[in-house]
């Protein structure tokens, strides 16, 4: 399997600029060279607008080629769109985005400086806080938000807490996961991969983070089922379930699901974090937090942002596989798993793609989709294709500043003071024991992929086992 990785060419490195407000020609004197265009593409009629760029980007052409298309129509890798759901959910103002859909512009959503992460974790609308228990938990708080800091140190907290029990708690439970499968594959010649994966994953996590174990609760093995409810009534406005063109847009993207459906689920998965967690909470007192707040954000970074990341991510890793640490990165490149970002403009702003110069006025929402920033022609070479050892040896390393599946450079570190996935070493450290587990245990597998509605992890079957012979 060889292949080459290029080192990238040096005018890549990303680079924005303020705009001075008198006269944004001399904004940055001798700063950029790039000439200063308007940003391309429109918005539509009111409502109707939203609503056909909203079936362009889940049904036809889906998202791949709705942005491809209007890349090519506008010329330009910098544009106007909506982006969904639209009406009724976002008001229509706020479905209009300015998309980022290249590698050199993208990063600029990980400036705090210069744009605002409060309450856009999922978009242009805002999930209930009824579904966090009246809280607006962690991943929507901008930095500038004296919570962010508290409760962010109390997920380092946890993550440091866990950081003996993360070898073995991964070894017990992924051995179960693989045993399920080696069983299934024997009995019916094939085996679904996601329903094991998140039962283990969420016993790995809670096992590490919180040292309890679900099935010795009343929890029982309840645990990824009613999460994945839950995540469902935040993120349907955003996803699709492969139904029906017109009854999956009716039913997931024109209403929200009321919270109360899930609020008997959200009380037993809290009951669940309460019971557990009490030297979290004993230590989110000492930082002044509530024992309650510090819960319910105990709870959503464990199934949200850690069950939920490691529930798409580790089917995508099945679908890439091939070779260890540098695959992990290449599989978080080529298939980001949270692939849309977005921050709002603190202030007027220029932005840089590789060809030209836009201006952005304050307040103005931007959207970047991040698998165009992560297979930008312009930073790797051969984009498209999966290059198992890209990232290996000196000159892959180089390439980690343009990997950003955590909402910032892979070279970089997640602080209080950033919007950086806290989980950031935690994810690429079990990742790779999620690989080196498989292959010490298989020679060779193989998979059917099923259909992924938009924003879905990929439907993995496994199909056929080979024990490794040593
Ligand atoms: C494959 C697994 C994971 C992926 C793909 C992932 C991805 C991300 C991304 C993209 C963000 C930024 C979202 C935004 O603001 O636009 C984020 C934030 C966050 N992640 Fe992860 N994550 C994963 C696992 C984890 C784990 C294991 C933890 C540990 C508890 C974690 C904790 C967090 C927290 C607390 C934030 C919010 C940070 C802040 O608001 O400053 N994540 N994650």
Redesign the pocket.
Known sequence: MASTSSSPPADVVPHIIDLLSENPSVAAPGETKLPLKHIPGDYGLPFIGAIKDRLGFFYNPGQDEFFKSKIQKYESTVIRTNMPPGPFIASNPKAKVIALLDGKSFPV?FDVSKVE?RD??TGTYTPSTDLTGGYRV????D?SEPK?AK??QL?FF??KWSRDKVFPVFEACYTGLFETLDKQVAENGKSSFDPPSEQAAFNF?TLA?FGSNPADTKLGVDGPSLINKWLLFQLHPVLSLGLPKYLDDLLLHTFRLPAFLVKKDYKTLYDFFYDSSGFAQDEAEKMGLSREEACHNLL???CF??F???K???PIMVKWMPLMKSVVYEA?RIE???P???GKAKRDLLIESHDAVYEVKEGEMLFGFQPFATKDPKIFERAEEFVPDRFKGEAGEKLLKYLL???GPETEN?T?G???????D??VL??WLFVAQLFKRYDTFEIELGEAPSGAAPAVTITSLKRASI
Do not use: R
């Open positions: 959503l992460k856009v974790l962690l991943s929507y708080l930095p962010h409760l962010k997920v946890l993550l996590l983070f959503f970074a464990t942002n850690a939920g990341g490691i798409v991510f580790f978080l980001p798993p949270v849309y970002q977005y599946w955590s909402n997640t209080v950033n919007k950086q996935c806290a989980g950031k935690f994810v079990v990742s």
